[in-house]
């Protein structure tokens, strides 16, 4: 997304009769005529409805119509789980990636835990959008596999400037027996709410062939007010 700056404009006057007035006004300026923003689930289940929601607008907020297109690509998810780096950077790399990796599995050696480097495996959606009045639209997420997710937003403004967006997100499902992605602990809810009454469910899992649970209480709260504590 590229920058949009913002200038307070203040002009005071003063009438005949000494009197001073004054006036603000808030003017912003970018590389683009059109702010094209998109909001996109970070993850949810695959059998739930799910969109990337579109929206446009000029520099002062008002909406604009414009056309695109939106493309969903499932990753390839790298085949091992890493954890944070822990130091930084280096400036060269005294082992070779494969001695890397055998020395230390879950660490990163170069650049492939960012997601924006992993392989495209296959493209799940590709359609055109066109923002309405109100310069707004929505693409559905729908019949998509467990995985990761890239999604790309496009489009260009009335002077041929090409706006770019990109998001990721997490489809996952219980019908399979692995989790959606390589991770050391993974937690989704079924359901983002939940009325008095009805029955919570999440999904948890690892990417670990040799974890082992461990027993122990998982507690529910609400604003810091315990309400189930389940045995594990």
Same mark, same amino acid.
């Given at each position: 997304?590229?920058?949009?700056?913002?200038?307070?404009?203040?002009?005071?006057?003063?009438?005949?009769?000494?009197?001073?007035?004054?006036?603000?006004?808030?003017?912003?300026?970018?590389?683009?005529?059109?702010?094209?923003?998109?909001?996109?689930?970070?993850?949810?289940?695959?059998?739930?409805?799910?969109?990337?929601?579109?929206?446009? +607008?000029?520099?002062?907020?008002?909406?604009?119509?414009?056309?695109?297109?939106?493309?969903?690509?499932?990753?390839?998810?790298?085949?091992?789980?890493?954890?944070?780096?822990?130091?930084?950077?280096?400036?060269?790399?005294?082992?070779?990636?494969?001695?890397?990796?055998?020395?230390?599995?879950?660490?990163?050696?170069?650049?492939?835990?960012?997601?924006?480097?992993?392989?495209?495996?296959?493209?799940?959606?590709?359609?055109?959008?066109?923002?309405?009045?109100?310069?707004?639209?929505?693409?559905?997420?729908?019949?998509?596999?467990?995985?990761?997710?890239?999604?790309?937003?496009?489009?260009?403004?009335?002077?041929?400037?090409?706006?770019?967006?990109?998001?990721?997100?997490?489809?996952?499902?219980?019908?399979?027996?692995?989790?959606?992605?390589?991770?050391?602990?993974?937690?989704?809810?079924?359901?983002?709410?939940?009325?008095?009454?009805?029955?919570?469910?999440?999904?948890?899992? +690892?990417?670990?062939?040799?974890?082992?649970?461990?027993?122990?209480?998982?507690?529910?709260?609400?604003?810091?007010?315990?309400?189930?504590?389940?045995?594990?």
């Amino acid at each position: 997304m590229q920058p949009v700056f913002s200038y307070e404009v203040r002009v005071d006057v003063t009438d005949n009769a000494g009197e001073t007035h004054s006036g603000t006004s808030l003017v912003l300026a970018g590389y683009s005529s059109v702010l094209l923003s998109a909001t996109v689930p970070e993850s949810f289940d695959v059998h739930a409805k799910a969109a990337v929601a579109i929206n446009s +607008t000029n520099m002062n907020h008002a909406p604009v119509s414009i056309r695109g297109s939106v493309s969903v690509e499932k990753l390839r998810v790298p085949d091992r789980v890493y954890r944070q780096r822990i130091l930084p950077w280096p400036d060269r790399f005294a082992m070779s990636r494969e001695e890397f990796i055998r020395a230390f599995p879950n660490d990163v050696w170069k650049d492939e835990h960012i997601e924006d480097t992993w392989p495209v495996e296959k493209i799940a959606i590709r359609q055109d959008f066109w923002t309405n009045a109100a310069g707004q639209d929505t693409v559905q997420l729908a019949q998509l596999e467990p995985g990761r997710y890239r999604v790309i937003v496009s489009a260009k403004d009335p002077s041929g400037d090409t706006l770019l967006l990109k998001y990721f997100f997490t489809a996952y499902s219980d019908d399979t027996n692995a989790p959606a992605t390589m991770e050391g602990s993974m937690l989704y809810p079924f359901m983002q709410t939940c009325e008095p009454g009805d029955t919570a469910r999440v999904l948890f899992g +690892t990417s670990f062939s040799d974890a082992r649970p461990v027993s122990g209480r998982t507690h529910a709260r609400h604003y810091g007010r315990a309400l189930v504590a389940l045995e594990q």
